[in-house]
């Protein structure tokens, strides 16, 4: 007895709807793929809010239209200079401050305990120089994801997709 595989669309395939308590904090991100990434990133994991501070992506560009495939019509996101307010907000609403980078008190991300119900803004930083200085004093903490490889980093859009999908399911 043979079965008969069918792929099926999105649309079959939904999951619950509803944003978990995760935004995304873009410092510096500059490439337009990465931002539609990011954007589609983000509704696949419903990531409450995504946030692109100090960038200046073009959110017309066909580049950008083609990897985000039309979710920047829905996922919530703000383009902002101000990156100090928006900090201070998620604060007040008790955020923690998580930035994605490897520093000299990062925690592995298979190490990262977080309570079920703790709200994460998780900073991801520029392609090139991650994280600016002045965000970096700011973060309550910093996680890294363990490599293999020689290479001390990877694409920021993999790697936000990697953390962002680790800490959801973590809190599950």
């Known amino acids: 007895m043979s079965l ?30 990465n931002a539609g990434s990011l954007m589609r990133l983000s509704d696949a994991l419903g990531v409450k809010h995504l946030y692109f501070c100090n960038s200046t992506i073009n959110f017309e560009s066909s580049r950008f239209k083609r990897t985000s495939r039309s979710t920047e019509m829905y996922v919530p996101y703000t383009q902002t200079s101000d990156c100090d307010t928006i900090l201070e907000k998620l604060m007040q609403k008790n955020y923690t401050l998580l930035g994605l980078e ?14 079920a119900n703790e709200k994460i803004a998780l900073i991801l930083g520029n392609e090139r120089h991650g994280i600016s200085a002045s965000l970096l ?3 309550n903490k910093s996680i890294y994801i363990p490599m293999y490889g020689k290479n001390s980093s990877m694409n920021v859009a993999q790697a936000a997709a990697i953390a962002a999908y680790t800490l959801i399911n973590n809190r599950l």
């Open 102 to 115: 490897l520093t000299n008190n990062s925690i592995s991300l298979t190490d990262f305990n977080m309570q």
């Open 4 to 33: 008969k595989t069918e792929q099926l669309t999105h649309g079959t395939t939904s999951n619950e709807s509803g944003a978990h308590n995760l935004v995304l904090i873009c410092d510096g991100i500059s490439s337009p793929a």
């Open 137 to 139: 004093t700011k973060l």
